[in-house]
Nanobody
């Protein structure tokens, strides 16, 4: 089993920045990819970014490319999402997720473990 705990959400003005953290515990050796997803009210959960747990290869949704950066610190068992140039459209609950298989990094159904989520609100 793997446990995930997000932190770092909050209220920020447009063009501002936030850094989310995801603390990972449990059977971390089973993890291949860590991902960030978000879900706005009335919308489906959507892929934001992912990083391979061992090699650090990163993947991004087109909507956040160039503004968000995903990273991981294996020594601290923590994954980060640095969010810059935030827009009101980025407002959502952000979830950290972990998966054991390599395929389907952008598909939420492919992830095995989820955190409880952290709210990010961007005001205009």
């Amino acid at each position: 089993q793997v446990q995930l705990v997000e932190s770092g959400g909050g209220l920020v003005q447009a063009a501002g920045s936030l850094k989310l953290s995801c603390a990972v515990s449990g059977l971390t050796t089973s993890i291949t990819i860590m991902g960030w997803f978000r879900q706005a009210p009335g919308k489906e959960r959507e892929f934001v970014a992912a990083v391979s747990w061992s090699g650090g290869t990163t993947f991004y949704a087109d909507s956040v490319k160039g503004r968000f950066t995903i990273s991981r610190d294996n020594a601290k068992n923590t994954v980060y999402l640095q969010m810059n140039s935030l827009e009101p459209e980025d407002t959502a609950v952000y979830y950290c997720a972990a998966k054991r298989m390599w395929l389907g990094y952008s598909n939420p159904v492919a992830y095995d473990y989820w955190g409880q989520g952290t709210q990010v609100t961007v005001s205009s």
